[in-house]
């Protein structure tokens, strides 16, 4: 706790310089993590449990996602809707169905469910990862506002197809899969949505209500936004639908309201988020890592490879035709689909499934990760400057 709590401290004194710097937020937490582990100086001992990390990546996610749709420019999203509508109902099929064909020619000792649930664990892209990116005005508004609304609703619609292919896995003698796999997507959908809007809408009128009647202090102010978001995602997974679709649902809806008083609404969220990322990426480099790190192979880094490069970035190209993006921009929004921590919450459901090849598929997971969080993290700037002066 010491090392955590000293750390944080300081990284919040010199965040914005770094934020400026090549070198992501994540990269550092990852290598901070990595150096003080247990494969590095092994100051840093964290005996942290598959549910705890679970529930911090949870959490991290539902913040930054609140976050990010409540910053999400409206007026730009209706003029450039097709790109995050491409990329989410045409673009991920895509991409599962490449990763399971590319899985099959890689690897030879998974199943084919094996190789189907790893497509869906490495499919979504990473709201926290791809900030530096959507929150850069170099990049062009519409690109920015795809990039976010991608980010923050393919890892809600993951969450029931790897449900549906763990559930066929576990219990492979079940019958009636598409009419379970039907219901399973939509009520995940449906009930994170209604939870998010119909819950932040009643948040945002009890808020304007205590707040006319001057019963809110200014302490207690910051708290309010952090709690809505993460009880969105909160009552969302408690009535069994997706809490990240009720999150995301949720901060649109609540940047809707807010308007013109969101960015001071929204400040302590963001804290918040950007200090449980901290945390998570350091756990991620102290402890994850630290357990896979045996069980890489060759196979793995190249799958690895391909699900950042090919995997993504050709079903990407193939689906932004005639939205009048030029090519470079169309291989910059196919290149930046980082993977984090969507992924960590995805292979830590599969390792408590226990399938024989949950092992291989977390990490294949964390290798994915590792070279995102580095090529990404270190690409995002550069790549950025590039595609302003090729526009």
Same mark, same amino acid.
């Given at each position: 706790?010491?090392?955590?709590?000293?750390?944080?401290?300081?990284? =919040?004194?010199?965040?914005?310089?770094?934020?400026?710097? +090549?070198?992501?937020?994540?990269?550092?937490?990852?290598?901070?993590?990595?150096?003080?582990?247990?494969?590095?100086?092994?100051?840093?001992?964290?005996?942290?449990?598959?549910?705890?990390?679970?529930?911090?990546?949870?959490?991290?996610?539902?913040?930054?996602?609140?976050?990010?749709?409540?910053?999400?420019?409206?007026?730009?999203?209706? #003029?450039?809707?097709?790109?995050?509508?491409?990329?989410?109902? %045409?673009?991920?099929?895509?991409?599962?169905?490449?990763?399971? @064909?590319?899985?099959?020619?890689?690897?030879?000792?998974?199943?084919?469910?094996?190789?189907?649930?790893?497509?869906?664990?490495?499919?979504?892209?990473?709201?926290?990862?791809?900030?530096?990116?959507?929150?850069?005005?170099?990049?062009?508004?519409?690109?920015?506002?795809?990039?976010?609304?991608?980010?923050?609703?393919?890892?809600?619609?993951?969450? +029931?197809?790897?449900?549906?292919?763990?559930?066929?896995?576990?219990?492979?003698?079940? @019958?009636?899969?598409?009419?379970?796999?039907?219901?399973?997507?939509? =009520?995940?959908?449906?009930?994170?949505?209604?939870?998010?809007?119909?819950?932040?809408?009643?948040?945002?009128?009890?808020?304007?209500?205590?707040?006319?009647?001057?019963?809110?202090?200014?302490?207690?102010?910051?708290?309010?936004?952090?709690?809505?978001?993460?009880?969105?995602?909160?009552?969302?997974?408690?009535?069994?639908?997706?809490?990240?679709?009720?999150?995301?649902?949720?901060?649109?809806?609540? @940047?809707?309201?807010?308007?013109?008083?969101?960015?001071?609404?929204?400040?302590?969220?963001?804290?918040?988020?950007?200090?449980?990322?901290? $945390?998570?990426?350091?756990?991620?480099?102290?402890?994850?890592?630290?357990?896979?790190?045996?069980? $890489?192979?060759?196979? $793995?880094?190249?799958?690895?490879?391909?699900?950042? #490069?090919?995997?993504?970035?050709?079903?990407?190209?193939?689906? /932004?035709?005639?939205?009048?993006?030029?090519?470079?921009?169309? /291989?910059?929004? @196919?290149?930046?689909?980082?993977?984090?921590?969507?992924?960590?919450?995805?292979?830590?459901?599969?390792?408590?499934?226990?399938?024989?090849?949950?092992? #291989?598929?977390?990490?294949?997971?964390?290798? #994915? $990760?590792?070279?995102? %969080?580095?090529?990404?993290?270190?690409?995002?700037?550069? /790549?950025?400057?590039?595609?302003?002066?090729?526009?």
């Amino acid at each position: 706790m010491t090392i955590l709590a000293l750390f944080v401290f300081v990284y =919040s004194l010199v965040g914005g310089r770094l934020a400026r710097s +090549p070198i992501s937020g994540a990269i550092i937490f990852t290598a901070f993590g990595l150096a003080l582990g247990p494969l590095g100086f092994g100051f840093l001992k964290l005996n942290a449990d598959t549910e705890q990390i679970r529930l911090l990546a949870e959490l991290t996610l539902a913040l930054v996602l609140f976050t990010d749709a409540a910053n999400s420019n409206l007026g730009v999203l209706r #003029t450039h809707a097709s790109l995050p509508l491409r990329l989410l109902l %045409i673009g991920l099929p895509l991409t599962l169905l490449l990763g399971f @064909g590319v899985g099959v020619l890689v690897f030879d000792g998974l199943t084919l469910l094996e190789l189907a649930i790893l497509a869906v664990m490495l499919a979504p892209t990473d709201a926290a990862l791809g900030k530096a990116v959507v929150t850069n005005k170099s990049v062009p508004a519409g690109i920015r506002e795809g990039l976010n609304q991608e980010s923050g609703l393919n890892d809600g619609i993951c969450v +029931p197809v790897l449900l549906l292919l763990l559930a066929v896995a576990v219990h492979p003698g079940a @019958g009636g899969v598409s009419g379970m796999a039907l219901e399973l997507v939509a =009520s995940q959908i449906g009930i994170g949505m209604v939870v998010g809007l119909a819950l932040t809408l009643f948040g945002a009128w009890l808020f304007r209500l205590c707040k006319r009647r001057e019963w809110i202090s200014d302490s207690w102010r910051q708290v309010a936004v952090p709690a809505l978001a993460v009880a969105c995602f909160a009552l969302a997974q408690w009535f069994e639908g997706s809490g990240f679709i009720a999150a995301f649902s949720g901060g649109l809806l609540f @940047g809707w309201l807010a308007k013109h008083q969101k960015h001071t609404l929204l400040l302590a969220a963001e804290g918040t988020g950007d200090t449980l990322a901290l $945390i998570t990426w350091v756990v991620f480099g102290a402890v994850v890592i630290a357990r896979a790190i045996d069980h $890489i192979t060759w196979e $793995i880094v190249l799958y690895a490879v391909l699900s950042l #490069t090919l995997i993504r970035m050709l079903p990407v190209f193939l689906v /932004l035709p005639g939205l009048g993006l030029s090519a470079n921009e169309k /291989l910059f929004v @196919g290149w930046f689909g980082p993977r984090g921590l969507a992924s960590i919450v995805f292979g830590v459901i599969v390792l408590e499934a226990h399938l024989p090849g949950g092992t #291989t598929l977390v990490a294949t997971v964390v290798c #994915t $990760i590792l070279l995102s %969080i580095v090529a990404h993290g270190l690409s995002a700037g550069p /790549l950025a400057a590039v595609l302003k002066r090729k526009s």
